[in-house]
């Protein structure tokens, strides 16, 4: 596996990394802010703003394919042989060759959505006042009844859950996508990421928090880290979690107590790390 990870600035650079410790850039050859990126085993396909798809078959060449839409797509995820985007006014957009894309109806959400992915066999699509959806090919969404009305940003599955985190702190779960549990944590300092490896779940925050838990319910605050940065994302390969966020920070952790700083050649705000291909 790979991992991805895209800075917030419009230079439409990715950095690259085999193992988590040394990263390269990409260069994409546009002007775009990059939000995420997705890989179906052949093609890479980055989500943008201003309504825009980038796309290559070898992270060298990239074509971008323009929606008509100018909302920004903050994700992007693949499963079952169909990409799904999604982003800003509730949009939902799929395609099975990453050239044709439609526009799905989410239920009349006007809101944001900040995360997509496909787990366990199903798309779902978190966001804005609490918005989840899931679907199961992409093309019909339904929405789920969240916890709370909190925003909702990243998902990951496991521990047989699905675990959202949330602003203020909150963290909500669901055994089948539907059905969601609020969970107590100590204290209401914003969640940005959360991931699931190593058989623990991996929250990471503003002012450098991050949290951790074994089944998603019972959650510990991990401290000495010596993190001060807001983190903005964390991913997991094999028995490595891999954390950004502002000015460039990237930090390595084997078990989610101990972290290294690890260099990331930029100092732009990196938005989201991703593990994307194989």
Do not use: C, M
């Not at 920004?72 to 693949?78: E, G, L, N, Q, S």
């Not at 366990?120 to 699509?125: G, L, T, Y």
């Not at 093309?139 to 998902?155: I, K, M």
């Not at 490595?240 to 952790?253: E, L, N, P, R």
């Amino acid at each position: 596996d790979r991992l991805y990870a895209e800075k917030d600035s419009v230079t439409g650079v990715i950095i690259t990394s085999a193992d988590g410790t040394a990263w390269t850039q990409v260069t994409t050859a546009s002007n775009l802010y990059l939000r995420d990126i997705a890989w179906d085993g052949t093609t890479y396909v980055a989500s943008a703003d201003a309504g825009d798809i980038l796309k290559s078959t070898n992270l060298s060449s990239w074509t971008r394919v323009d929606l008509p839409s100018f909302s920004v797509h903050y994700a992007i995820a693949t499963g079952g042989g169909t990409f799904a985007a999604v982003g800003s006014g509730g949009e939902i957009w799929t395609s099975t060759d990453t050239t044709t894309w439609v526009s799905r109806n989410s239920n009349g959400a006007f809101w944001r959505f900040g995360d997509v992915q496909f787990l366990n066999n199903q798309f779902i699509a978190v966001g804005a006042q609490g918005s989840i959806y899931t679907s199961a090919n992409g093309n019909a969404w339904t929405r789920a009844t969240a916890a709370n009305g909190s925003w909702a940003h990243s998902v990951p599955f496991g521990a047989g859950l699905y675990v959202v985190r949330t602003d203020f702190g909150d963290i909500v779960t669901s055994p089948n996508g539907v059905t969601w549990t609020n969970r107590t944590v100590a204290d209401n300092v914003d969640n940005n990421g959360v991931t699931y490896g190593n058989s623990r779940f991996i929250v990471v925050g503003s002012a450098g928090k991050i949290r951790s838990s074994t089944d998603g319910i019972t959650w510990t605050n991990v401290t000495g880290t010596g993190i001060t940065v807001n983190l903005r994302s964390v991913a997991a390969r094999g028995n490595t979690f891999v954390a950004t966020g502002d000015s460039g920070k990237i930090y390595s952790s084997a078990d989610g107590q101990t972290w290294t700083e690890l260099t990331s050649g930029t100092t732009q705000r990196l938005w989201r790390v991703r593990v994307v291909d194989g």
